[in-house]
């Protein structure tokens, strides 16, 4: 398995903007796909965008047109950047990976990061 650290996350005012960053341990087979979730207080984790190796994005809608993914194959590292925030984005940031196509359902994730709170005021 990959190892993950998250981090970024942070309080902002809403209309504020936070990069999150997810950094691998190494990319291999157990990494073609990255998604980052989220999970707030009560709530169930929900996947918000995911990439996979070739580059396709895939976005939830509450977030599409605000955040976006991408990656860095030469730092490991895979990026949220997160603009036009909204107090309900205030949840867990988790980063996790997957060998093999994305899906949009963390249960078929098998590596997860420990996670970093975004925190969003009105």
């Known amino acids: 398995q990959v190892q993950l650290v998250e981090s970024g996350g942070g309080s902002v005012q809403a209309g504020g903007s936070l990069r999150l960053s997810c950094v691998a341990s190494?990319?291999?087979?157990?990494?073609?796909?990255i998604g980052w979730f989220r999970q707030a207080p009560g709530k169930e984790r929900e996947a918000i965008a995911t990439?996979?190796?070739?580059?396709?994005?895939t976005y939830a809608d509450s977030v599409k047109g605000r955040f976006t993914i991408s990656q860095d194959y030469a730092a490991s590292t895979v990026y949220l950047q997160m603009n036009s925030l909204k107090p309900e984005d205030t949840a867990m940031y988790y980063c996790?990976?997957?060998?093999?196509?994305?899906?949009?359902?963390?249960?078929?994730?098998?590596?997860w990061g420990q996670g970093t709170q975004v925190t969003v005021s009105s």
């Open positions: 996790a990976a997957k060998s093999g196509y994305c899906y949009f359902a963390p249960e078929r994730f098998s590596s």
């Open positions: 190494r990319y291999t087979d157990s990494a073609k796909c």
């Open positions: 990439i996979y190796t070739n580059g396709v994005t």
